[in-house]
């Protein structure tokens, strides 16, 4: 978890960054990119986040009153598995999205009328 932790925590900082960044010259680019970029990125954050809550930290001492406090609630990890598979579903189809947007763009630059 250290390890997962000492990479995984400054790449989701600078992610941050990324995205104030793109929304701040979102003038130069393309509304449909900036929209699917920013969704791709809040899927990408939540994904992180439950893949750490989901997986990751039931290992770690310090936070056996969460688990303890899931497990007795019943539905919440239930919640949890399931949304593991569904985030990833949502970053794949968020990445098609995406290449979609930037093909298009590319051929309606070279886009010629027969």
């Not at 791709?40 to 001492?61: G, S």
């Not at 593991?84 to 290449?99: E, W």
Request: a neutral charge; charged letters at 5%.
């Amino acid at each position: 978890n250290i390890i997962f932790a000492s990479y995984g925590i400054p790449c989701f900082a600078a992610y941050i960054l990324t995205v104030i960044s793109t929304l701040s010259i979102r003038k130069h680019l393309t509304p449909s990119f900036v929209t699917i970029f920013v969704l791709t990125a809040f899927v990408n954050c939540l994904t992180y986040i439950n893949t750490w809550l989901a997986l990751r930290l039931h290992q770690e001492p310090l936070f056996n009153f969460y688990y303890h406090f899931i497990n007795w609630t019943v539905v919440i990890p239930i919640v949890h598995q399931f949304l593991i598979g569904f985030f990833f579903f949502a970053q794949n189809i968020n990445s098609c999205l995406l290449t979609i947007d930037r093909f298009v763009s590319i051929v309606a630059l070279n886009w010629i009328d027969v």
